[in-house]
């Protein structure tokens, strides 16, 4: 088990960042995270207005993982998700759906055993931890972790929790992987702007799949196959993670492009990982589609 620690972090993935560990394909590394404030705020009196913005989002990383070329793809089996006894819920300055109904606020809450959240003496729920930040250095010019794109970066999406394979386009020689953000729970759309933020640590896997090709990242759960897009237009966001779906069903289930459409309609779901940012930040969307009895693997 190779073993990254917190300090360990960029805030940006870049082609050009030097690789803080260099793996094999098939071998576990365990990521210690900062929360998304980088542990900036510990305290109700601490408001996001405060802190310094050139570090929220950080990724322990770059991983270059041996062997990984462009053209690959890089499969992350997330084993485990452990999380500190707290975390924070903030709102942010012009960002989230009813900001304009709400205070700049900080709300610290316990989280106990990683099963539970305390959000008041009243009112408690179940806690699932998961993963916001996660990808590959992109060809191009570097991407703030704070955004996503098709290399993955702040995605955002609930269903990347204990259990969950996350599977990346490889566009730089190495893959410079990394990953942070944990949240011990985010609805979808995470409305306000933030989740449960809070640091911990992530166990995982780091695999190649040498003869896979995918444009944008895919999401494998138990039951579910998760087709992630995002863009500056919800529809296009939309569409984009439907195309990518489409294209998948085409390919691995022998369907025509229409009868793939016509199931898609029938049988998944179009879902919202995040809609809290003001244009022209992008929106992020995905598809769900259930793993149907009989049918092949999508991704292999």
């Keep these: 088990m190779h073993y990254l620690?917190?300090?360990?972090?960029?805030?940006?993935?870049?082609?050009?960042?030097?690789?803080?560990?260099?793996?094999q394909p098939g071998e576990n590394v365990l990521f210690q995270i900062y929360d998304c404030f980088t542990n900036q705020i510990q305290s109700d009196e601490h408001l996001i207005t405060s802190i310094?913005?050139?570090?929220?989002?950080?990724?322990?990383?770059p991983v270059y993982i041996e062997g990984a070329l462009p053209g690959q793809t890089l499969k992350v089996e997330i084993h485990d998700i452990k999380v500190r006894d707290w975390g924070v819920i903030s709102t942010l300055p012009e960002i989230g759906v009813l900001i304009h109904r709400a205070e700049t606020k900080t709300k610290i809450v316990k989280v106990e055993n990683d099963i539970k959240i305390h959000f008041n003496d009243d009112i408690s729920f179940e806690a699932k931890p998961m993963i916001g930040v996660i990808g590959c250095a992109p060809a191009g010019e570097e991407v703030p972790c704070g955004l996503p794109g098709d290399h993955g970066g702040n995605i955002d999406n609930h269903v990347i929790t204990k259990g969950s394979i996350v599977y990346l386009p490889i566009n730089v020689e190495g893959a410079l992987f990394g990953l942070g953000d944990i949240h011990a729970s985010m609805g979808d759309g995470e409305i306000c702007g933030t989740g449960v933020e809070i640091s911990g640590e992530v166990e995982t896997t780091i695999s190649t799949l040498p003869n896979t090709k995918i444009n944008r990242p895919i999401v494998e759960t138990k039951d579910d196959w998760y087709s992630i897009a995002s863009h500056t237009d919800t529809n296009r966001a939309i569409q984009?993670?439907?195309?990518?779906?489409?294209?998948?069903l085409v390919d691995k289930w022998n369907l025509s492009q229409t009868d793939a459409y016509l199931l898609m309609s029938v049988a998944g779901d179009v879902q919202m990982c995040q809609c809290c940012k003001p244009s022209p930040v992008d929106v992020i969307a995905r598809f769900r589609m259930p793993k149907l009895e009989n049918m092949p693997r999508l991704i292999d």
Excluded: W
């Excluded at 310094?52 to 990383?61: E, R």
């Excluded at 984009?240 to 998948?248: G, K, S, T, V, W």
């Design 240 to 248: 984009i993670a439907c195309e990518d779906m489409q294209d998948l």
């Design 52 to 61: 310094d913005f050139s570090k929220v989002n950080p990724a322990t990383g």
């Design 5 to 23: 620690k917190r300090e360990q972090s960029v805030y940006s993935f870049n082609k050009d960042h030097k690789p803080v560990l260099h793996i």
